[in-house]
């Protein structure tokens, strides 16, 4: 099993006081310091060594050790830039490492699929909690080439991104998400796995990008993403009220509901929560064609 030199308090000590480095807690900074959880981190990867990964906080590197013995290259972001040094001894010592400075929500994927010498294929990284959900819907949108996703989270976000209709959990982002992958990996990782030990407990998800199933057959037909986002996002606006009355103080005309209710068979009382992802795919379809209907 593959593992890390960091991934012990000893050895994070010791990095942290080469560099004259502390935590920050601003920037969701605890390190990893169990190899368990890194095997098992690796275990979910599934990585065979032709694969191009892309890590997002890198810290002082532990996880990024691991993904360096198993993967092709391996392109890290990083916000930090008392970080840097770090960073660039690890480059120094493996040729399949690059990392970035800068932040992963606003960089181009043309910038990181330079440093990786191609498009990226994998995102395996330890998160920062404070924008994990927003950077794993965001890659997944913006670059296609991205088939899997392995990431550490807060156990609530991961609760969000694994939620099933029906449950309190399941919401906007949870069905936005599934317009682009399902999960098909978790495990709960607890705060004595970091130093320092964080006040929340985490967890691990893989997200494999659709490749078949229901959801994937509406979407060929040339289904709108965004907007069927848009309608996601509106009938979640208001959760405690149908999803008529959700949509339509949204500004959803009534009657466009209606008919697209009414042929997709979706109750116009029915909550949000309730509706699986096809049946927002064909709602989306449905109002599209109440509204040329009605503009004709």
Known sequence: MTTSPLANPTATREMLEAFGLATKHRLGQNFLIDNHVIEHIMALAELDGTERVLEVGPGIGTLTLAL????ARVTSIEMDAELEPVLSAHAMDHSNFRFIMG???TLP??????????????????????????????????????????VMVQKEVADRIAAVPGTKAFGAYTAKLGLYGEVTGRFEVPPRCFMPAPHVDSA??????????????????????????????????????????SMSAIGFDKAQLDEAFAACGIAPAARAESLQVEDFIRLAAAL?????????
């Open 68 to 71: 360096l013995q198993e993967a």
């Open 204 to 245: 691990v998800v893989r997200i494999d990008r659709l490749a078949g199933g229901s959801v994937c057959e509406l979407l060929a037909d040339g289904a709108d993403r965004a907007r069927i986002a848009r309608v996601i996002e509106a009938a979640f606006a208001q959760r405690r009220k149908t999803i008529r009355n």
């Open 288 to 296: 599209s064609h109440a509204a040329g209907d009605a503009a004709c």
């Open 109 to 150: 994927p043309a910038a990181v699929a330079e440093a990786l010498d191609g498009e990226p294929e994998l995102l395996v990284a330890n998160l920062p909690y404070n924008v994990a959900a927003t950077i794993i819907l965001q890659f997944f949108q913006t670059m296609p080439t991205l088939r899997r996703a392995v």
């Open 103 to 105: 932040d992963a929500l």
